[in-house]
Nanobody, 128 residues
């Protein structure tokens, strides 16, 4: 059974930092790209960042470049999202996803298929 389990969310003041984790299990993810998405109440889901599990290449939404860093630890089967200089408008549920045979760049405009997986999400709240 494939599982993506996010953790690390919470309440932080504007300008603060959080590190999210996404622990992947249940299969080999070497042919997958892992991504982080977020969705605020009443808004559409938004791509944040992605990383190729095999090569480590990354891609970021313009809104987070220079502040967020995505990385993966193959030994722990875990993907991280380090978020610095957080803004109140970045309050959202953050979810990780695994996209089969997708490049990090393509994940910026990606629609999940039956071969792909989602985590349940973790809440990030940034207070002003």
């Amino acid at each position: 059974q494939v599982q993506l389990v996010e953790s690390g969310g919470g309440l932080v003041q504007a300008g603060g930092s959080l590190r999210l984790s996404c622990a992947a299990s249940g299969r080999t993810f070497s042919s997958y790209t892992m991504g982080w998405f977020r969705q605020a109440p009443g808004k559409e889901r938004e791509f944040v960042a992605s990383v190729s599990w095999s090569s480590g290449s990354t891609y970021y939404a313009d809104s987070v470049k220079g502040r967020f860093t995505i990385s993966r630890d193959n030994a722990k089967s875990t993907v991280y999202l380090q978020m610095n200089s957080l803004k109140p408008e970045e309050t959202a549920v953050y979810r990780c996803a695994a996209a089969y045979r997708t490049t990090p760049q393509a994940m910026g405009a990606w629609t999940a298929t039956l071969h792909d997986y989602w985590g349940q999400g973790t809440q990030v709240t940034v207070s002003s």
